[in-house]
């Protein structure tokens, strides 16, 4: 095999396209030399610090009639580091009629020059960027580990050319069936089936499950697994506009875009806002003289105040408290394999007062548990004929790969079984296997494939055993061994440690436990009384399960998990709709405001927990930014606190609702 790559300039429109897309930082940008781009990183707040230490110097040569100058010149230095970005922001958001806060900030920092008061001035700009470059700060760790799911996606693949060629390509180019070669310690680019080789692939950062899963032919592998020893050859099977990883990047956009009530509500009252505080700042400036028998200007006058009003009534504090604390939120979710589909559905469940969920695949693992092995007639099998039934049963089931046969060929192997020598093997598609065990014929399938090589009066006692194990939700396979026949019953699987999970619920989120299933009534009383759930609901179409969802929803607020499209309807319609990440379907996903990326139910009580710590933070948040606000605004106004204070205060209230906030990251 021979190995190329496409010329470098056809690579660069692509690097430079994926990067805008991508929205990376400007200081990784391709545009950029090295150098430059070390310079680049976090270039916000270098230029806040700078201007900070430039400012100290000046006060502290303010003090010295001969270094006036020198001061001066500082001082002009720090409103160039400082307030010439905040200007030319201020002055663009002028054209797109956009008051907000950024204007009021702009406006009384160069105010202040014209009364006398330019360091001052200068120490609302320093405090100005340093809280912005800290809110930029806390918004990049906020939003850390979503945006490394944009660097678990690869640009390019290799892919294998009719030829055997290999040449790398850009994702963006691909088609569906296109062969593609993954070599170990690469991520997969896109979605697609081995066709050749085998190895181990991690997806801890698709599932959050941190271990190995093997890969072989026919298995699939997701965009972003990582391979770790093998080479695999892919046949591709989802673009990348469609795979695995990038539906997972739109969920999380949406998260991030999506905004609660509460805070939607204060970006539109922002523009009002910030225009109320700009004509009342002017209205005290031109009448408290002569409401107070004040100057205009100095360090008394209504200019002064008004300033000192404008900067303390701003609501910088305001309008991050919400955001920070969602995003953050947000954020810790998709860290513990929780993608949430933005701060509304932190509201959501936190209002839930009850919690439906559905049996198969999520109180239980939809894999089959073989609990039995039967004869038909009454009386038990004993030990020997138990096992030797079993062994033979393996022999046959080994070579299929269906829930049934992964049963007990699991049952067989926990038990150290041997499976006997078969012969004349055949498998015939959706009713069950034949062969040989020496002379003797053997056959396991469905019952009525069985039933049929039987005298009418044995075929007729199997068939009614089947049925009444049927009624109890159980599921049958039958097995002839000449001509006696004998029945294995197969039960889902509980999940690992669930009932502990449902308990943790009930205990500490004060949740009402339902069960919605359309299983049988037995099969569904059984998986309630184990888990301890008290109300059930079974043998459910999907309206039933729809109309019981809405019902509950307009009564109590429900939060719904389910993981099959038959959920879908359900889950869009609860209050909150949480979807089954591995297992669920992709209907299920899009209906959902939540996905368990790993199917790990345990996480649930720490989700409505983590939901109403936020709206905790949100309320404390609001509060704090409130009381910066009222606290420094009126003194300031009535002249009892100076300008610089005012400043402090103001920018102080910032960070803390910012710094509370990151409270939310801890996991």
């Known amino acids: 095999m021979s190995f190329s790559t496409a010329p470098v300039s056809q690579e660069q429109p692509v690097f430079f396209d994926e990067f805008f897309e991508l929205g990376g930082d400007d200081s990784k940008s391709p545009f950029l030399t090295p150098e430059s781009r070390a310079w680049g990183v976090n270039l916000t707040l270098k230029a806040a610090i700078l201007a900070a230490f430039l400012l100290v110097i000046a006060f502290a040569l303010s003090f010295s009639p001969g270094a006036l100058p020198l001061s001066n010149l500082l001082i ?46 200068a120490l609302l700009l320093v405090l100005f960027a340093l809280s912005g470059a800290m809110e930029d700060a806390v918004t990049a760790k906020a939003k850390s580990s979503i945006s490394d799911l944009n660097k678990l996606a690869p640009t390019r693949a290799c892919v294998i050319e009719s030829d055997g060629t290999l040449i790398e390509r850009s994702i963006k180019d691909l088609s569906l069936n296109t062969r593609i070669l993954v070599r170990a310690g690469q991520i997969v680019p896109l979605d697609g089936v081995v066709v050749e080789g085998a190895s181990t692939v ?68 922002s523009r009002t806002y910030a225009i109320t505080i700009i004509l009342l700042s002017l209205l005290f400036a031109l009448v408290f003289p002569f409401l107070f028998a004040i100057p205009f200007l100095g360090v008394e006058g209504s200019v002064y105040r008004a300033l000192a009003f404008l900067i303390a009534a701003s609501p910088c504090a305001l309008i991050i408290a919400i955001p920070i604390a969602y995003l953050s939120a947000v954020s810790v979710c998709a860290r513990k394999g929780i993608l949430i589909k933005g701060g509304i559905t932190l509201d959501a469940l936190a209002s839930c007062k009850a919690i439906a969920l559905d049996k198969t695949g999520t109180l239980t693992t939809g894999d089959l548990t073989c609990e039995s092995i039967e004869g038909i007639s009454h009386e038990p099998l004993d030990g020997e004929t138990r096992k030797r039934v079993l062994s033979i049963a393996y022999a046959l089931e080994k070579n299929a790969i269906h829930p ?4 007990i060929v699991s049952y067989a192997e926990k038990q150290g079984l041997t499976s006997p020598l078969i012969t004349d093997f055949k498998s015939i598609p959706g009713h069950g296997l034949n062969a040989l065990l020496g002379n003797v014929a053997v056959s396991i399938g469905q019952p009525d494939f069985i039933a049929v090589k039987l005298p009418e009066a044995t075929a007729k006692v199997l068939k009614s055993k089947c049925e009444l194990m049927r009624e109890k939700g159980e599921l049958v396979a039958a097995m002839l061994i000449g001509q006696e026949p004998y029945l294995f019953r197969f039960r889902d699987t509980i999940r690992p440690k669930i009932k502990e999970a449902l308990q943790l619920l009930k205990h500490n989120q004060k949740l009402t436990m339902v069960m919605l299933t359309g299983d049988h009534e037995l099969s569904a009383k059984r998986v309630a009384t184990e888990l301890g759930i008290d109300e059930y609901h079974a043998d459910l179409t999907p309206k039933d399960k729809l109309d019981y969802v809405t019902a509950l929803s307009q009564e109590k607020g429900l939060a719904m998990v389910g993981d099959g499209v038959n959920d879908a309807p359900a889950l869009a319609r609860a209050t909150a709709g949480i979807c089954m990440g591995k297992v669920g379907s992709t209907t299920a996903m899009d209906a959902a405001d939540a996905i368990l990326l790993h199917d790990n139910i345990e996480h649930l009580d720490w989700l409505f927990a983590k939901a109403r710590q936020t709206q ?12 910066a606000i009222l606290i420094a605004s009126i003194p300031a106004l009535m002249g009892w606190v100076p300008l610089w204070l005012a400043v402090v205060m103001h920018e102080g209230g910032t960070v803390l609702v910012g710094l509370n906030a990151l409270r939310l990251l801890r996991k």
């Open 76 to 121: 002009v230095s720090v409103f160039f580091l400082a307030g010439i970005p905040s200007l030319i922001e201020a002055l663009e958001d002028v054209a797109s009629y956009d008051i907000n806060i950024d204007i009021l900030m702009t406006v009384a920092a160069f105010s202040s020059v014209l009364i006398g008061s330019q360091m001052e001035g």
């Open 616 to 627: 905790a933070i949100v309320k404390q948040n609001l509060f704090l930014a409130a009381s």
């Open 202 to 269: 991690n997806l801890v950062h698709l599932t959050g499950e941190n271990f190995p899963v093997t890969k072989k032919v026919e298995d699939e592998v997701p965009a972003g697994a990582r391979n770790l020893d093998g080479t695999l050859t892919l046949v591709v099977t989802h673009t990348s506009a469609d795979s695995t990883l990038s539906k997972i990047i739109e969920l999380v956009t949406q998260a991030q875009e999506s905004r609660p009530k509460l805070q939607r509500w204060f970006d539109k009252l």
């Open 404 to 407: 049934i046969a992964k049963s």
